[in-house]
């Protein structure tokens, strides 16, 4: 069974930075894609990062030379690094997980929160 459980969210002010973490249970990680998607009040979740089992990632241009997706295959985590973060990036932000996506693994979510 796949279970993920992310970390990390939180209040933070404009221009800030927080690091969210995703630990998966199962044996699953190294094949399977990861990523993070987050949902703001009001508007559909929308995908913010993802590496594929080789390590190649994507990001949207909304966060793109903010966002940074990465690994540790050993701890069976995913990270996102959050820099300059800006009020548009409050969310509730999830961790996801899947062989093929859109994924079909998801995580509780995460608050974060950013102040201007």
């Known amino acids: 069974q796949v279970q993920l459980v992310e970390s990390g969210g939180g209040l933070v002010q404009a221009g800030g930075s927080l690091r969210l973490s995703c630990v998966a249970s199962g044996s699953f990680f190294s094949i399977h894609t990861m990523g993070w998607y987050r949902q703001a009040p009001g508007k559909q979740r929308e995908s913010v990062a993802l590496?594929?089992?080789?390590?190649?990632?994507d990001y949207p241009d909304s966060v793109k030379g903010r966002f940074t997706i990465s690994k540790d295959n050993a701890k069976n985590t995913v990270y996102l690094q959050m820099n300059s973060l800006t009020p548009e990036d409050t969310a509730v932000y999830y961790c996801?997980?899947?062989?093929?996506?859109?994924?079909?693994?998801w995580g509780q979510g995460t608050q974060v929160t950013v102040s201007s």
């Open positions: 590496i594929t089992r080789y390590g190649a990632t």
């Open positions: 996801a997980s899947g062989i093929t996506w859109p994924p079909n693994y």
